[in-house]
């Protein structure tokens, strides 16, 4: 069964500092990997899909990498800003149509 | 509409009533997902339609729980006899096609309590 876990929970840092956010996959036989953004209460917001052929890719100050062979994925925030503050969901799938969640990175981005 | 639209925002119930939870996906988008989300958790698959019909549904926790999609467009998910159990965060994604390689797109949620 596919296990998703992102490292750390919560993460605070002063606004200006670049950042990496960290997730890991048990099953390294993915489709594709995909980030994710969630505010309070809200839905998510889709950041950056890399499909399994793919070692990265950006958009403006996000840029994530995939290492399929490790099971691993970093999402790099250049330049933070406090409108960055929410909790980063990473999601594989593997095996199925389904996506598998980790739990999230708590962003705090302070002013 | 311009993405996948989620009605009611938050629906408050008492203990053994039915819900309905209603999902409006990306127009063309032809795969439609649910999923379920508890506080400080991730999000949770519940089912998968490509189409009208249900392509995977494997992820409902029990014959409380229905989803229809009866014209390929709008599904609509059907709790019967409600359990605190099920307060959580009900989202529904679309995405272009089926399969296993779509950029899957998210609604804002429904809240659902059950007291």
């Known amino acids: 069964k596919q296990e998703v876990t992102q490292i750390p929970a919560a993460l605070s840092v002063p606004e200006g500092e670049n950042l990496v956010l960290n997730c890991s996959f048990t099953?390294?036989?993915?489709?594709?990997l995909q980030w994710f953004r969630q505010d309070p209460g809200k839905g998510l917001t889709s950041l950056l899909l890399?499909?399994?052929?793919?070692r990265e890719q950006t958009s403006g100050r996000l840029n994530a990498s995939l290492d399929k062979s490790s099971g691993r994925s970093t999402l790099y925030i250049a330049a933070s800003q406090p409108g960055d503050s929410a909790t980063y969901l990473c999601a594989v799938r593997a095996g199925s149509y389904q996506l598998t969640f980790g739990k999230g990175t708590k962003l705090s981005v302070i002013p | 509409g311009a993405g996948v639209s989620q009605t009611p925002s938050n629906k408050v119930t008492e203990k053994g009533k039915y819900v309905e939870l209603r999902c409006d996906p990306i127009s063309g988008h032809t795969a439609l997902y649910w999923y379920r989300q508890s506080l400080g958790q991730g999000p949770e698959f519940l089912i998968y339609f490509q189409g009208t019909g249900a392509a995977d549904d494997s992820g409902l926790p029990n014959d409380r729980f229905f989803a229809v999609r009866p014209e390929g467009s709008v599904s609509t998910l059907k709790i019967q006899r409600t359990e605190r159990g099920d307060s959580a965060m009900y989202l529904c994604?679309?995405?272009?096609?089926?399969?296993?390689?779509?950029?899957?797109?998210f609604g804002e949620g429904s809240r659902l309590t059950v007291l």
């Open positions: 994604a679309s995405s272009l096609a089926g399969g296993t390689t779509g950029e899957l797109f």
């Open positions: 890399i499909q399994s052929s793919q």
């Open positions: 099953d390294s036989a993915i489709y594709n």
